[in-house]
């Protein structure tokens, strides 16, 4: 089974502080995305990546970047930690060109305070 | 626009009998895929039902199963002989083949 890891369950960070959250797959999927999720609102697409050193803004960008330098690896970077980026967010990866789903990792709740 | 729309917030059922969740989805796509995703409270997105707008045969898995109406844009979840085991939130998606569309998500409860 197609595993996708996310480092941290919970994560509690100070305003201004640079976040950083890891996402691993390992089924050599081409495809990663990190979505935020919000009651009431779904879930949002961050920032996408199709291949190593690519990304692709999602529709709620601002306040985020990416970083994939390698395949397996998409890690998701809040430069300066705000209140409202308090969320749950989820990664996903998929292969390229079949539209089997995505496979999500467990989620990081990240608390800014 | 491509939106998903998910009218049922939350729902609750009696263990054992059958529940509906609804979907709509707008999207000018002709070839495309829709899903189902269910969200228990351990939080991991798990893959219940595929289907493949060009078949007109609606899904199957065990007791879950869809009503794909193409025309209407309507793509309905059923699950039969609930469980407790199925409390969750639950989350229609369609996939253009370039991005992913979610719903709001329902709350699905099931009663002992």
């Known amino acids: 089974d197609v595993k996708v890891t996310q480092s941290s369950r919970y994560l509690v960070k100070r305003t201004g502080e640079k976040v950083f959250l890891e996402c691993v797959q390992d089924?050599?999927?081409?495809?990663m995305f990190w979505y935020r999720q919000d009651p009431g609102l779904g879930l949002r697409l961050i920032y996408f990546?199709?291949?190593?050193?690519?990304?692709e803004k999602g529709d709620i960008p601002e306040g985020y970047s990416v970083s994939r330098e390698k395949k397996e690896r998409f890690s998701l970077i809040l430069e300066s930690a705000s209140t409202n980026q308090t969320s749950m967010y989820l990664c996903?990866?998929?292969?390229?060109?079949?539209?089997?789903?995505?496979?999500f990792g467990s989620g990081t709740r990240l608390t800014v305070v | 626009a491509q939106t998903v729309t998910q009218s049922q917030p939350e729902m609750s059922v009696q263990e054992a009998e059958t529940v509906t969740l609804s979907c709509t989805y707008d999207t000018s796509e002709n070839n495309y895929y829709l899903f189902w995703y269910k969200q228990p409270p351990s939080r991991q997105m798990i893959l219940v039902i595929r289907q493949e707008a060009y078949k007109q045969q609606n899904a199957t898995e065990n007791r879950f199963s869809v009503n794909f109406q193409k025309a209407a844009k309507s793509f309905s979840l059923k699950i039969s002989d609930s469980q407790l085991g199925d409390t969750a939130m639950y989350f229609c998606?369609?996939?253009?083949?370039?991005?992913?569309?979610f719903g709001t998500g329902t709350s699905l409860t099931v009663i002992p």
């Open positions: 996903a990866s998929s292969l390229r060109q079949y539209s089997g789903g995505y496979t």
């Open positions: 089924m050599d999927h081409e495809n």
């Open positions: 998606a369609f996939d253009t083949g370039n991005q992913f569309y």
């Open positions: 990546s199709y291949d190593v050193k690519m990304k």
